[in-house]
C-alpha cells in the first residue's frame, strides 16, 4: 500500500522559509505528477503547486515568485521550496501524487504556521 510521508513542517516568521519533502513508501506505477494542496480550518482545500513527470509545473497564483517545487522521480519524492512566507500562507500542507489512471494518492499533511 502506498503512503506518502510528508516533513519539513513548522513555525516560521513571516518573510522566513521552509522547504516541504514528501516521500512515496513505494513506487507507484505509472506515476503522472506529484504536488501540494493546502487546507485552513472551514475552508476547502487548494492547490498551491504541482509537477508532472516531465517537469511541467502549476502554480497557485497566491505563491507564484515565492514558492518552488520540484521532484525526484527515482526517489519518488517531491519538494516544496517556500520563500518570503506570509501569514496567509498558515494552513495544513498536504502531498498529493496521481497516476495515469486517475488514482489519487494523500499524505497526512503537515503544519505550517507563519507568525511572529
Known amino acids: 500500500q502506498v503512503q506518502l510521508v510528508e516533513s519539513g513542517g513548522g513555525l516560521v516568521q513571516p518573510e522566513g522559509s521552509l522547504r516541504l519533502s514528501c516521500t512515496a513508501s513505494?513506487?507507484?506505477?505509472?506515476?503522472?505528477?506529484m504536488g501540494w494542496y493546502r487546507q485552513t480550518p472551514g475552508n476547502e482545500r487548494e492547490l498551491v503547486a504541482t509537477?508532472?513527470?516531465?517537469?511541467?509545473?502549476n502554480y497557485a497564483d497566491s505563491v507564484k515568485g515565492r514558492f518552488t517545487i520540484s521532484g525526484d522521480n527515482a526517489k519518488r519524492t517531491v519538494y516544496l521550496q517556500m520563500n518570503s512566507l506570509k501569514p496567509e500562507d498558515t494552513a495544513v500542507y498536504y502531498c498529493?501524487?496521481?497516476?495515469?489512471?486517475?488514482?489519487?494518492?494523500w499524505g497526512k499533511g503537515t503544519l505550517v504556521t507563519v507568525s511572529s
Open positions: 498529493h501524487m496521481r497516476n495515469y489512471f486517475g488514482v489519487d494518492y
Open positions: 513505494v513506487s507507484i506505477a505509472s506515476l503522472n505528477r
Open positions: 509537477i508532472t513527470t516531465v517537469g511541467f509545473t
